[in-house]
């Protein structure tokens, strides 16, 4: 569910993150683990959201930043392919 993400086009810009319809539903999971909120809980994954934007914009924008690079990709065949920091680990 991604029906708060037309609120956040500038927050996902900041984070230098572009919404695709092929990694929409990956954002929309990262959000709700960062959040700590259940998935396909739109209205409380909104609230929330609204919330930490609220409180501490740039440090919203900083962990989601950072989860999103540190996130393991599907490649063009739809199959995952590990994160960054697993492949510097590996």
């Given amino acids: ?3 708060y993400f037309r609120h956040l086009q500038r927050i996902f810009k900041k984070a230098g993150i572009e919404v695709t319809s092929e990694n929409r539903e990956d954002v929309d ?9 259940e998935y396909k809980n ?5 609230r929330e959201v609204k919330n930490r934007i609220a409180e501490d914009e740039e440090g919203f924008v900083s962990k989601l930043k950072e ?4 996130a393991p990709r599907r ?3 739809g199959n995952w392919e590990t994160s960054p920091r697993e492949r510097l680990l590996q």
């Fill in 75 to 77: 490649n063009e065949k």
């Fill in 29 to 37: 999971r990262l959000i709700h683990s960062i959040i700590g909120v």
């Fill in 1 to 3: 569910m991604t029906c």
């Fill in 42 to 46: 739109c209205p409380a994954a909104w």
């Fill in 67 to 70: 989860a999103w690079n540190n």
